[in-house]
T-cell receptor, first 110, second 114 residues
Framework: DAKTTQPPSMDCAEGRAANLPCNHS???????VYWYRQIHSQGPQYIIH???NNETNEMASLIITEDRKSSTLILPHATLRDTAVYYC???????????FGAGTTVTVRA | GAGVSQTPSNKVTEKGKYVELRCDPISGHTALYWYRQSLGQGPEFLIY????????DSGLPNDRFFAVRPEGSVSTLKIQRTERGDSAVYLC????????????FGSGTRLTVV
């Protein structure tokens, strides 16, 4: 019962912006879009989340379409350390479970 | 501590043996979670503790799996009569409260059953 769809993999050049898409066409009005990433041999790490408005923090920007059926995570200047699996998750803020799909494996190349 | 600590980082055990995996959450975090991650897949929820009690253990695959958190801090995931299919990375996470986005994961314990 996957709620999100992400491409399985993508490559990105070091120093360029990486744009990671996510489809969540069945998202409910009270569900947020969360992004996590998992670097090899580490646990998942929170990146950013949002409800309707675009969000930016020191790690990334999150662009959510007006109909909220899709979103894009933007890593503005990808570095080799950004190589990881990126997970897009939709959840109600009070949910205690995180439902991970397979994510997108992002490889940043020099 | 500064982060969620899991020990051991790696565990190899023989089929049929009993294993315990330990999780030290961030100090003061009342919520604690266990997930299991098989190769090439995303983590899957196993169990959620709020304080000392297991608020949701619906993700535990069968009765060979059990987890405790007796004093509301450290938690132990226990697996009896291990099977080769139990081989996976077991991840622990904690958060200040239920649903908080302060969810922080440990680096996991890689369990290999031979």
């Amino acid at each position: 019962d996957a709620k999100t769809t992400q491409p399985p993999s993508m490559d990105c050049a070091e120093g360029r912006a990486a744009n990671l898409p996510c489809n969540h066409s069945t998202i409910s009005g009270n569900e947020y879009v969360y992004w996590y990433r998992q670097i090899h041999s580490q646990g998942p790490q929170y990146i950013i989340h949002g409800l309707k408005n675009n969000e930016t923090n020191e790690m990334a920007s999150l662009i959510i379409t007006e109909d909220r059926k899709s979103s894009t995570l933007i890593l503005p200047h990808a570095t080799l350390r950004d190589t990881a699996v990126y997970y897009c998750i939709v959840r109600v803020e009070s949910d205690y479970k995180l439902s991970f799909g397979a994510g997108t494996t992002v490889t940043v190349r020099a | 501590g500064a982060g969620v600590s899991q020990t051991p980082s790696n565990k190899v055990t023989e089929k049929g043996k009993y294993v315990e995996l330990r999780c030290d959450p961030i100090s003061g975090h009342t919520a604690l979670y266990w997930y299991r991650q098989s190769l090439g897949q995303g983590p899957e929820f196993l169990i959620y503790f709020q304080g000392t009690g297991a608020a949701d253990d619906s993700g535990l695959p069968n009765d060979r799996f059990f987890a405790v958190r007796p004093e509301g801090s450290v938690s132990t995931l226990k697996i009896q009569r291990t099977e080769r299919g139990d081989s996976a990375v077991y991840l622990c996470a904690s958060s200040p409260g239920q649903g908080s986005y302060g969810y922080t994961f440990g680096s996991g314990t890689r369990l290999t059953v031979v």
